[in-house]
């Protein structure tokens, strides 16, 4: 326990991007208790509008730390990337939990089944658009921190992400469209089934 406290000590910027990560999830499950356990919509409403001004103030702390002269880091990096993909996922994921949440607590219906052939490859591209649109956000954010902190040396730090954000690219899309598209089709499986 001491080496996570000795970790954030020396990373406040870590722990502002685990605090960001747990509130995030904290006004989700807070915003959806109010709206079905507690019949709040509106605080409901409310609540989940927070979502994103959790990932204004992780973008506000980098910022500030590199403006108090912290030497960018990977940290710093790790930032830009959670505000990319929470801009992105954050909405697909709060509805996520919202149909989970209404299932179990609220009579709703359950959650919709993963989809299969065609559908489940356009799921799959739509994903993979998503993560190249989160990592083109994360992109930019980087170069904007890079140009605030202008000496190349410092900035080598946060343009090092730019090539992980290349690998996240090709791993989502062989893991995500080029997997489904090479995969037997369901037809095929079942029609298998069927001989056997």
Known sequence: MNKIWGFFEENPMAAVIAAGEIGFW???????????????????????????VIDLV?????????????????VHGLAAVYLGFSV????SMIKW???????????????PPKPRGPARLRAEWRDWGKCVLA??????????LTLMVGDTGQADQLRGWL??????????????????????????????????
């Open 26 to 52: 904290v006004v989700i499950v807070a915003g959806l208790a109010a709206r079905y356990l507690l019949k709040l919509k509106r605080t409901s409403v409310v609540l989940l509008l927070l979502t994103p």
């Open 58 to 74: 992780v973008l506000v702390a980098t910022v500030i730390d590199l403006r108090n002269g912290a030497e960018p880091n990977f």
């Open 88 to 91: 992105v996922f954050g909405h």
């Open 97 to 111: 939990a919202d149909v989970r949440f209404a299932h179990r607590f609220a009579g709703g219906p359950p959650p």
């Open 135 to 144: 990592c083109g956000i994360t992109a930019g954010v980087l170069l904007l």
């Open 163 to 196: 090539p992980r954000l290349g690998v996240v690219t090709a791993i989502w899309f062989a893991t995500g469209p080029l997997w489904q598209l090479l995969s037997p089709k369901d037809d095929d499986r079942v029609s298998e089934g069927a001989r056997r």
